[in-house]
């Protein structure tokens, strides 16, 4: 090999090599560029207070917001457990309201949501919750045989009741959704048709129509989308999980 050729490949060594070392800094620059980032992130629902401070992130002064969030409720499940909806920091939850005796909207609903239930059946960090509005009826042993047929036990999701909350102050106060007694008796309940996705804050970041043929698939895409956001705003506590 004579000295040119060497030297050729030294020089494109150094190159590559350059390349290597300055790209991640480069797309970091352009990631970040003037302290924002063109990361996607989802829309925050609800009603939103600003209070007057700020907060640093990136070298920047950012105006701190107060979002609405859902509270942690105790629910019990259909196998007699209690279940604590959002008492855990480090999960997304899908969450809609159902109940037994509706063989129509519910029914459809379940099916749908037992395709994503599917779909994350291995990732722990993905929680779903059948809220039902039939506080009375849907006894945890209903709800057993309800949800007999979908496995639940094998999957990170739950049906649950609770007589002691007030559901319907609950579905329109903290899920923001319909939720009332059928005052024309053709059906015991009104409910809304939507699934709800939350992070880890609690904060609604999707709002999902059954009846819109392609909002169970965006579900599942925004699922993985807001994994991915809580992976990059929390990096040590993922890393601690594992």
Do not use: C
């Not at 040119?4 to 290597?20: F, R, S």
């Not at 209903?142 to 007999?148: G, N, P, Q, T």
């Not at 015991?188 to 048709?193: E, V």
């Amino acid at each position: 090999m004579d000295n040119n050729t060497g030297q050729k490949k030294g020089i494109k060594t150094i190159l590559i090599l350059a390349v290597i070392l300055l790209l991640p800094g480069f797309l970091y620059f352009i990631l970040n560029k003037s302290g924002s980032n063109s990361y996607a992130s989802l829309p925050i629902f609800g009603k939103k207070e600003v209070p007057g401070t700020t907060h640093r992130k990136w070298g920047r002064d950012i105006v701190d917001t107060i979002y609405h969030t859902v509270p942690s409720v105790d629910f019990v499940n259909y196998d007699g457990k209690e279940v604590h909806l959002l008492d855990n920091d480090t999960t997304l939850s899908v969450v809609h309201l159902m109940y037994s005796r509706d063989a129509s909207l519910s029914r459809t609903m379940i099916k749908r949501l037992d395709q994503i239930a599917n779909r994350f059946i291995q990732n722990k960090k993905v929680k779903l919750y059948s809220i039902t509005v039939d506080t009375t009826y849907d006894t945890p042993d209903v709800l057993a045989k309800y949800a007999k047929v979908y496995k639940p036990w094998t999957k990170s999701w739950f049906f649950v009741t609770n007589p002691s909350v007030d559901i319907f102050k609950f579905a329109k106060e903290s899920l923001l959704q319909d939720a009332l007694v059928n005052p024309d008796g053709s059906k015991p309940f009104i409910i809304g048709s939507n699934y709800l996705l939350l992070d880890t804050k609690g904060r609604i970041r999707g709002i999902y129509d059954i009846n819109v043929k392609t909002d169970v698939d965006r579900l599942e895409d925004e699922i993985k989308l807001l994994l991915v956001e809580e992976i990059r705003n929390h990096p040590a506590t993922i890393e601690q999980k594992r």
